[in-house]
């Protein structure tokens, strides 16, 4: 994959950098503001007793001088309640898939506008006690000087992650969302709150539109929606209303076109979630 791929994949990084966050990682800093991406960063695989996969994940710096060294390593993951990342040692969740995956190589040094692959081996055991997801994180770690106002080396240095997140899917096992309450949050950006619950045993990979109208029924926002709900987890979705200057004050109705992209109990067809609609005054 060419170098110039990468300069696309900073943003995504740098959100998945912004919130790493455990016990024995502690915080993370964005990769992405300093010219490093991760691609895919995220992996969806389905497996079986005694599969072998391989998966390539690739590491870019895109920055013009600076020649950047990273260690890799494997972690748990999972997502708290507002959908935050959080990381834990390998091996600590009840689902992890950290003891399956070996990795190549261990670390990497890249030069200015180059990139390196990391080939990542799993071999899945011939008995799994647990259908449904199993997950483990690849991290790509490196220490890097913090700046003072001239430019110059401050003597600090910071501690900046990447991930690569991996879900494995052991069928059969079913992704079951609900939408349990909706709500709008008013304020200078006004927002949609959902309460989410997945009962499966794999994660949902929701996708949908808000369709916000008014009194006269004209649509004066449509808000892209995309989560993901872990297995047997429940969460918060926030999310900011696009055009939120058309909404005014006065009452309003909300319908939603919401889909389960990642259903394997329907040979992973997308499925609807149903969403009742709502009705909201703004001030």
């Known amino acids: ?3 110039h791929s990468f300069a696309k994949l ?11 966050l455990g016990l024995s990682f502690g915080t993370a800093h964005v990769a992405g503001a300093f010219g490093l991406g991760v691609q895919p960063s995220t992996v969806e695989m389905t497996i079986k007793p005694g599969d072998r996969q391989r998966q390539v994940v690739t590491i870019g710096n895109v920055h013009k001088t600076k020649t950047i060294s990273l260690t890799m390593s494997l972690a ?18 009840p689902r992890s ?11 990497v040094t890249l030069k200015p506008e180059t990139s390196q692959d990391v080939v990542v081996e799993i071999t899945v055991p011939m008995k799994v006690e647990e259908k ?8 790509a770690t ?29 069928t059969p096992s079913s992704s079951e969302p609900s939408v349990k309450t909706v709500s709008f949050v008013g304020g200078d950006a006004p927002m949609l709150s959902m309460e989410i619950k997945n009962e499966g045993n794999a994660h949902a990979r929701l996708q949908g539109i808000a369709h916000v109208k008014n009194e ?19 969460r918060t979705y926030n999310v900011k209303l696009t055009d939120s200057e058309k ?24 499925t609807a979630v149903e969403i009742s609609p709502i009705i909201f005054v703004a001030d």
């Not at 900073?10 to 790493?20: D, K, N, R, V």
């Not at 890097?144 to 240095?157: A, H, Q, T």
């Not at 009452?251 to 997308?270: L, T």
């Open 76 to 93: 748990d993951w999972s997502l708290d309640k507002d959908g935050k990342l959080v990381l834990d040692a390998p091996g600590d969740s």
């Open 142 to 170: 490196t220490l890097l000087p913090e700046l003072d106002k001239r430019g110059d080396n401050s003597g600090v240095w910071n501690r900046y992650q990447l991930a690569s997140l991996f879900y494995l899917t052991l």
């Open 216 to 234: 006269s029924g004209e649509t004066v926002s449509e808000t892209p929606l995309s989560t993901v709900v872990l297995d047997r987890q429940s």
């Open 132 to 139: 449904g997801d199993h997950r483990f994180a690849l991290l």
């Open 1 to 3: 994959m060419g170098i």
């Open 10 to 20: 900073t943003s995504t990084s740098a959100l998945i950098c912004a919130a790493l």
């Open 247 to 270: 909404i005014t004050p006065g009452e309003y109705s909300v319908e939603f076109d919401m889909n389960n992209v990642f259903a394997p109990q329907n040979k992973f067809r997308s």
């Open 97 to 107: 898939a950290s003891e399956w995956v070996r990795f190549s190589p261990a670390s």
